[in-house]
T-cell receptor, first 115, second 111 residues
Framework: GAVVSQHPSRVICKSGTSVKIECRSL??????MFWYRQFPKQSLMLMAT?????????EQGVEKDKFLINHASLTLSTLTVTSAHPEDSSFYIC???????????FGEGSRLTVL | QKEVEQNSGPLSVPEGAIASLNCTYS??????FFWYRQYSGKSPELIMF????GDKEDGRFTAQLNKASQYVSLLIRDSQPSDSATYLC???????????FGKGTKLSVIP
């Protein structure tokens, strides 16, 4: 089946630094990928929709200058958390839609801890 | 504002019993309905999806959809301790692949 790979799975960084998370669709092309954030005991909240070759669409309340999304190819989308702060510590999950079935496949998630 | 509501639980059932998980949604135009299982610290994994009213069975899992009442449920037969996880209900709107998630129901299967 379709697989979405996310890297890194865990990252710890200092406040003020930037962190990049990669999301790859391994055996299918994904023109659209989605980035979610999940705080402890909360549901997944959609941050943005990443579109290959065009600008990402951000959800209300998500700062596009802070969460930079690049979808340069049909198999790779990246999320860069710029000038990270402790409140950005969360579980970030990407997903991509399978072309044949339309179902959403999730990456393994990336746990970010900002000290 | 589209909303998906789930009882947060925890729902505790003995091993071998039927676990019943429920979800209601506010957008009457919703068209696709998904159940995901999420183990602690892990990413969600798809269990089932359903588009039409009625029941859909897959192994020990049965999804039930009632669009008139705007609810979708997931039944897990012969519950196993390995089924212990948080179950997320997710819904897409008309013409959209964007998922709206509920907060999830934590299921605990007691051996």
């Amino acid at each position: 089946g379709a697989v979405v790979s996310q890297h890194p799975s865990r990252v710890i960084c200092k406040s003020g630094t930037s962190v990049k998370i990669e999301c790859r669709s391994l055996d299918f092309q994904a023109t659209t990928m989605f980035w979610y954030r999940q705080f402890p005991k909360q549901s997944l909240m959609l941050m943005a929709t990443s579109n290959e070759g065009s600008k990402a669409t951000y959800e209300q309340g998500v700062e596009k200058d802070k969460f930079l999304i690049n979808h340069a190819s049909l198999t790779l989308s990246t999320l860069t958390v710029t000038s990270a702060h402790p409140e950005d510590s969360s579980f970030y999950i990407c997903s991509a839609r399978g072309a044949s079935t339309g179902e959403l496949f999730f990456g393994e998630g990336s746990r970010l801890t900002v000290l | 504002q589209k909303e998906v509501e789930q009882n947060s639980g925890p729902l505790s059932v003995p091993e071998g019993a039927i676990a019943s998980l429920n979800c209601t949604y506010s957008d009457r135009g919703s068209q696709s309905f998904f159940w995901y299982r999420q183990y602690s610290g892990k990413s969600p994994e798809l269990i089932m999806f359903i588009y039409s009213n009625g029941d859909k069975e897959d192994g020990r899992f049965t999804a039930q959809l009632n669009k008139a009442s705007q609810y979708v449920s997931l039944l897990i037969r012969d519950s196993q301790p390995s089924d212990s996880a948080t179950y997320l209900c997710a819904v897409t709107g008309a013409g959209s692949y964007q998922l709206t998630f509920g907060k999830g129901t934590k299921l605990s299967v007691i051996p």
